[in-house]
């Protein structure tokens, strides 16, 4: 049980190119998310999903985009990579439903993105 | 003014020395309450979670203060192994378990 995947763990990107982060869980569990962390700041959301094939948009989705495909999955693809997107981005995942006053997030081990 | 603000740290203290870190939220429909701890460069981890009767794991206790909209963490005999980001979480009723993040309040415990 490997919990929450994430690759890759480093990556630098020029101004302009594109790549997509991979999360995968094996914990079967329905909600997953995407954040950002930036130094000295709390993580930020960028996007969830409360299953497959449902998505929603957090607090700073502008530059990212989301499927949902399959359970386990739940990529972020970035298309335009521009300096403001550096940073740590953390996938995350939790068996919480609507409204659950107890589930616990689990998260990856982050990817840590460097725009020049 | 933030949803969940935080002590500003860091916080250095000795071993064994008791540590004290104060949370506040702004979100009158806030229903869950959690410590994170996060260490230098690795993920958030679930520390414990906040219950309105305050709540205790080993060395550990948490206090929610729904009236003031405030939530403590107290640590006792710190260990050099404690030295971490403490994040104050908080998680709004009715959300599709979406959580609030505090900036954090660094530990640093010394020999």
């Known amino acids: 049980n490997a919990g929450v995947t994430q690759t890759p763990k480093f990556r630098i990107l020029k101004i302009g190119q594109s790549m997509t982060l991979q999360c995968t869980q094996d914990?079967?569990?329905?909600?997953m998310y995407w954040y950002r962390q930036d130094p000295g700041m709390g993580l930020k959301l960028i996007y969830y999903?409360?299953?497959?094939?449902i998505t929603d948009k957090g607090e700073v989705p502008n530059g990212y985009n989301v499927s949902r495909s399959t359970t386990e999955d739940f990529p972020l693809r970035l298309e335009l990579a521009a300096p403001s997107q550096t940073s740590v981005y953390f996938c995350?995942?939790?068996?919480?439903?609507w409204g659950s006053g107890t589930d616990t997030q689990y998260f990856g081990p982050g990817t840590r993105l460097t725009v020049l | 003014r933030k949803e969940v603000e935080q002590d500003p740290g860091p916080f250095n203290v000795p071993e064994g020395a008791t540590v004290a870190f104060n949370c506040t939220y702004s979100?009158?429909?806030?229903?869950?309450f959690f410590w994170y701890r996060q260490d230098c460069r690795k993920e958030p981890k679930l520390l414990m979670s906040?219950?309105?009767s305050g709540n205790e794991d080993g060395r550990f206790t948490a206090q929610l203060n729904r009236a003031s909209q405030y939530i403590s963490l107290l640590i006792r005999d710190s260990k050099l192994s404690d030295s971490a980001t403490y994040l104050c979480?908080?998680?709004?009723?009715?959300?599709?378990?979406?959580?609030?993040f505090g900036t954090g309040t660094r530990l640093q415990v010394t020999l």
């Open positions: 995350a995942s939790s068996g919480g439903s």
């Open positions: 906040v219950y309105s």
């Open positions: 999903s409360v299953g497959a094939g």
């Open positions: 979480v908080v998680k709004i009723r009715g959300t599709a378990s979406k959580l609030t």
């Open positions: 914990m079967n569990h329905n909600y």
């Open positions: 979100n009158s429909a806030s229903q869950s």
